[in-house]
């Protein structure tokens, strides 16, 4: 089972973020639990969602001790880096994410933010950060991440092409990255 959190400000698209994780899991025959938090967060404060996705049934939807945290904010490492577990990963968005981290975790960090907007997508910053965590390998590959990407905005009836090469730039940054010291 994984445990995954996507945070945020409210706007940043990290519940879309965790919709399409959600999507996808369920495209690969998983069980999903998908909980956004909603509420002042979207009045510029930290708006996040809950992932349990597994291939036995989920007893609890509750995300206590996280495997993946996908952080587009300080904010967010703040609030749910404690709850990280040993070995888990972060996902940070370097461009708003400067800070020291625990030396326990793994870290993909990548410019979603400025890939985005050279990229005229200001919106895909969501779409870059989940390249980065389909190139870390913790949880889909790059081809079931694009894919339910793709399958989540068709069914919106939006032509998700814009978002795809954030994807796509996102996965290659992060994968070139690879091996590259950790931030301390």
Do not use: H
């Amino acid at each position: 089972m994984s445990d995954v959190v996507c945070s945020g400000f409210g706007g940043q698209g990290m519940l879309t973020a965790g919709l399409i994780l959600a999507r996808t899991a369920m495209i690969l025959g998983k069980n999903v639990t998908w909980i956004p938090s909603y509420g002042s967060e979207m009045r510029g404060g930290t708006a996040n969602c809950n992932l349990k996705i597994s291939d036995f049934k989920i007893g609890s939807p509750f995300v206590t001790d996280i495997d993946i945290l996908i952080a587009m904010n300080a904010q967010s490492v703040d609030k749910f880096m404690p709850m990280l577990r040993r070995g888990g990963l972060l996902v940070i968005d370097a461009a708003l994410c400067g800070a020291s981290f625990r030396g326990d975790i793994r870290i993909e960090s990548v410019d979603a933010t400025g890939i985005a907007e050279r990229s005229g997508n200001p919106r895909g910053a969501n779409a870059c950060m989940l390249g980065a965590l389909a190139a870390s390998g913790a949880l889909f590959g790059r081809d079931e991440t694009r894919g339910g990407m793709t399958a989540f905005f068709d069914s919106k009836g939006k032509d998700s092409a814009k978002n795809v090469s954030c994807f796509e730039k996102g996965f290659e940054l992060a994968r070139n990255l690879q091996g590259a010291p950790a931030w301390t």
